[in-house]
């Protein structure tokens, strides 16, 4: 470059020499005492990429001796990506290409210092000519479950509804609640109980409105809502809906049940003491919970409010229209009213124990509008200053704080049947009344004959014949002819002495005869009334019944005559069985003890009541120690279970009212809201008592006679329940032939047959249930399966085979299991008969002699025979004791209700 094109101007230039000269030292080179010339740097294009660069001269630094001049490296051909090049923020890292720095700030140079050919040629000779280890093998491993990478809990509301999912499945855990609603109400803003919660879910749970499921989190809230009727219908309340609620020409218009949401995202309201609405949400289509939980502004709340936790479970509020229920067996509509008197509000507590006065109940569709059997007397209002109403201002525009309405007082006097006692009367004690007849007392093994004769001594003439081909022939009937009798109201043809029950071949030979079918038969008529249990037993008292009584407040002509006519029925065949020592399970005692003694409530005295309801002497004595000023709030339960009511309309009885109320509370939670003397209910008491013309005081005073009186009649009658430990050593067992123990030996079993036979008794469940599933349909239905898991099964299903009744009578012979060979015949059947029982290997049984004989060729074919593995297709019986098991199973079940005689 010429130095006098540089943009300096001659005084510039002299200036700069100086300076250069100053601070740059004397070199012996002579060419370097001459002025330094700055080439100028022409604008031409970059240098090809392998060129190398001109590097320009630097000045040397003053403090720094002079160094010699370094000649340029010759150019590299190809980059080098170093592994070890650090790796820091973007910020750190040179802009240029990595490689070697000669020096520090070589990279701040516009320079192109690659050195990406380093070691190249001796990383490539050493993979040539380096030895190396061979390959080490890759180790089997499994690779374990997926699971997802541990990170924080999730929080807030969407935490709160994953944690309502049941870990591992996919289902949630659900809280049902019922709101029940009137349908004239036009009612669409409910209250959410926060304040109140533990209260209103009691009250839930108390009114069978309240569940806890876990569903899968696809069910649709249609199919919940389906559910929930079930579960309602289901209840000890028997909910129904009036009808007219489902349009069954239009799918989805089924308004017995509505879903509610939150109103406003479920925040709280000032307007309304803060208390938080729900409203009815229409449902357009399918809505599983899923959606619901994930629709949170309406189903969820902002701050979890339809969460409840401990564990977490997502509550959906379900309003019910115009529920209907059973209670002490009349129905009632008044559930709404309950409702919102007992919770007008979240935070008020009005009346906390008051219940609203209860609809009285109905106990048929066609009866509406009915009241209670209690007279109620309003109190008149108290006058105010000059004559005023105080329910009504003086002046008008002086507006009084609103006065809580007078609840109706109902009249204690009001309140007492004619027939119940003033009051317990517990502290004298109860005095049997003398026998009428001067006969000696009689014993449980003397009962059946006393009873036949005395029902004879007018009619000597007197029988009674039942016929048919099998005892469920027979007993249809009997039942024809005990409805004869009821009609009649004469019983004497059915206790006649000349009895004979029969059972008959098709050819006209007789099969089987005696007490054991007559046991049976008239079992077998009372197991007709068991299978329509709703509508001849009301539930009463520790799970007993009594007669159920329905079309309580309409004249008895309108009654229809069938009814009245099973009613009768059922009182006959009870007073029968008891005759011949069987208990009509699921009766109360207490029914018996109450109508034998005419209806006296003194006859359930305390000893009576501590053996078959102690809970209730227990109370019953708690409330004599009260009086009429105490604190009776812990009876609320009997009140409103047995009375319909509340304690809190008592808050003002006196000393004779307070007395009364106990024999009152006594008689309604053994037998019901109506009196003895009900058109429905005392054909019942005349048919249970044998009410022929001549024997009702005969009857009734068999059972004063009884030793011990009636308390130990009916102990005895009911102690009948057949168990095993009372059942064990009343069976024998005769010993079998040689043949048989040989077998046993062979066979690997070390026990004696009636060891074998006693473990099959003590055993539960269905045998070989696949096999059994396939024939089930072949055999009666007079045996319910349902408890065949029950300890006693087996034992009840025995002892009804070879006595002819489900009883157990410890005084009478012992059960006796015989093992017999086809060469040891006995009884009524021909040897052709009997080689073709024993050959199909069919059990006989002598209900009469209380014996079972079991055929023994068929039993060693048992023992003898091979099975297939448990694990095999059929696998069924995989043993001789299965096989053993399901034999002795299927016969006692298919001789029940037949014939099979020895």
Avoid at 398 to 423: G, H, T, Y
Avoid at 595 to 623: T, Y
Avoid at 743 to 760: D, H, K, Q, R
């Amino acid at each position: 470059m010429d130095p006098n094109n540089l943009p300096f101007t001659p005084a510039q230039l002299a200036q700069l020499q100086a300076f250069l000269s100053a601070v740059m030292p004397a070199s012996a080179n002579p060419a370097s005492q001459q002025p330094p010339v700055v080439p100028a740097i022409p604008p031409a294009p970059p240098a090809p990429p392998h060129q190398p660069p001109i590097v320009p001269a630097i000045p040397p630094v003053p403090t720094v001796p002079p160094q010699p001049a370094i000649n340029p490296a010759p150019p590299i051909a190809s980059l080098y990506q170093s592994v070890r090049a650090p790796q820091g923020h973007p910020s750190l890292t040179p802009q240029q290409s990595g490689g070697f720095q000669p020096f520090v700030g070589a990279s701040s140079l516009s320079l192109p210092l690659t050195t990406s050919n380093v070691n190249q040629a001796r990383m490539a000779s050493a993979n040539a000519t380096v030895p190396r280890a061979p390959t080490l093998p890759v180790r089997g491993r499994r690779r374990g479950p997926a699971s997802a990478p541990p990170g924080l809990p999730l929080v807030g509301v969407a935490g709160e509804v994953r944690r309502c999912y049941v870990e591992g499945t996919g289902n949630v855990r659900l809280t049902i609640k019922v709101y029940p609603t009137d349908i004239q109400s036009t009612q669409s803003r409910f209250i959410m109980f926060r304040f109140r919660k533990a209260s209103f879910n009691q009250w839930l749970e108390q009114n069978s409105l309240y569940f806890e499921l876990e569903l899968p989190a696809t069910s649709t809230i249609q199919s919940i809502m389906e559910l929930t009727i079930a579960r309602m219908a289901s209840s000890s309340f028997s909910y129904q809906f009036p009808p007219g609620l489902v349009n069954a020409n239009v799918p989805g218009e089924d308004f017995r049940l509505r879903l509610l949401r939150l109103v406003s995202r479920g925040q709280a309201n000032s307007r309304h003491s803060g208390e938080v609405h729900l409203t009815p949400e229409p449902l357009l289509g399918p809505l599983t919970v899923e959606s619901m939980m994930q629709l949170k502004s309406k189903f969820v709340g902002a701050d979890s409010i339809c969460i409840e936790k401990s564990p977490n479970r997502f509550v959906i509020h379900l309003a019910a229209c115009s529920p209907s229920f059973i209670e002490n067996g009349r129905k009632h509509h008044c559930l709404a009213d309950r409702f919102a008197h007992r919770f007008p509000s979240d935070q008020q507590l009005l009346h906390p124990q008051d219940d609203p006065d209860t609809s009285g109940g109905e106990d048929n569709e066609e009866v509406s509008g009915e009241t209670p059997n209690v007279q109620v007397s309003v109190p008149e209002q108290n006058a105010g200053a000059g004559g005023t109403s105080a329910m009504q201002p003086a002046d008008p525009q002086v507006q009084p704080p609103l006065q809580p309405i007078p609840r109706a007082e109902p009249s204690l006097s009001s309140l007492q049947f004619s027939f119940l006692p003033d009051s317990l009367q517990w502290d004298t004690p109860w005095e049997h009344p003398r026998p009428i007849l001067s006969t000696p007392l009689i014993d449980r093994g003397d009962l059946p004959v006393a009873a036949y004769a005395d029902a004879s001594r007018n009619s000597p003439n007197a029988r009674l014949e039942i016929r048919g081909r099998n005892a469920s022939e027979c007993a249809e009937v009997y039942d024809q002819k005990l409805a004869e009798a009821a009609l009649a109201n004469d019983y004497t043809n059915m206790l006649a002495t000349d009895r004979d029950f029969t059972i008959l071949h098709e050819s006209g030979r007789t099969l089987s005869l005696g007490e054991g079918v007559e046991r049976e038969i008239i079992y077998l008529v009372f197991q007709k009334y068991l299978a329509q249990g709703a509508l001849y037993f009301a539930p009463r008292l520790d799970d007993r019944c009594s007669p159920q009584i329905s079309y309580s407040s309409i004249p008895s002509s309108r009654i229809p005559q069938n009814r009245l006519l099973m009613l009768k029925k059922l009182g006959a065949i009870c007073a029968l069985m008891m005759v011949v020592g069987q208990c009509p399970l699921p009766m109360d005692p207490s029914v018996f003890q109450f109508i034998v003694h005419d209806c006296n409530l003194r006859s359930l005295h305390p000893a009576f009541l501590a053996e078959w309801h102690p809970e209730m002497r227990q109370k019953l004595g708690h409330w004599l120690t009260l009086g009429p000023q105490d604190d009776i709030s812990m009876f609320q339960h009997l009140f409103v279970s047995y009375l319909g009511t509340s304690v809190a309309l008592y808050r003002d009885r006196d000393a004779s009212g307070h007395q009364a109320l106990g024999p009152l509370l006594l008689y309604q939670s053994l037998f019901g809201p109506d009196p003895p003397t009900h058109p429905s209910g005392k054909p019942s008491s005349k048919g249970l008592l044998c009410d022929a013309h001549r024997l009702i005081l005969h009857h009734r005073q068999l059972i004063r006679e009884f030793e011990g009186g009636s308390e130990t009649f009916f102990s005895l009658l009911w102690s009948n329940a057949v168990h095993w430990d009372t059942l064990g050593p009343l069976v024998r067992y005769p010993e079998p032939s040689l043949r048989v123990a040989e077998a046993l030996t062979v066979a690997g079993i070390p026990m004696s047959f009636g060891e074998l036979f006693s473990e099959f008794l003590e055993g539960t469940g269905i045998p070989c249930p696949n096999r059994f599933a396939e024939v089930k349909a072949s055999f009666s239905d007079l045996v319910d399966l349902s408890g065949v898991d029950h300890p006693d099964f087996r034992s009840r299903v025995f002892v009804w085979a070879t006595t002819g009744h489900p009883f157990l009578d410890p005084e009478l012979d012992s059960i006796c299991v015989h093992v017999r060979s086809s060469s040891s015949r006995t009884g009524m059947l021909t040897p052709t008969q009997h080689a073709l029982m024993h050959d199909q290997g069919k059990f006989a049984f002598g209900t009469c002699g209380r014996r079972m004989h079991i055929p023994e060729d068929h039993l060693v074919r048992m023992m003898e025979a091979t099975y297939p593995p448990p694990d095999s297709v059929t696998g069924e019986p995989a043993s001789f004791k299965d096989a053993f098991a399901y034999w002795a199973f299927t016969e006692l079940i298919n001789s029940i209700g037949e014939h099979s005689a020895i």
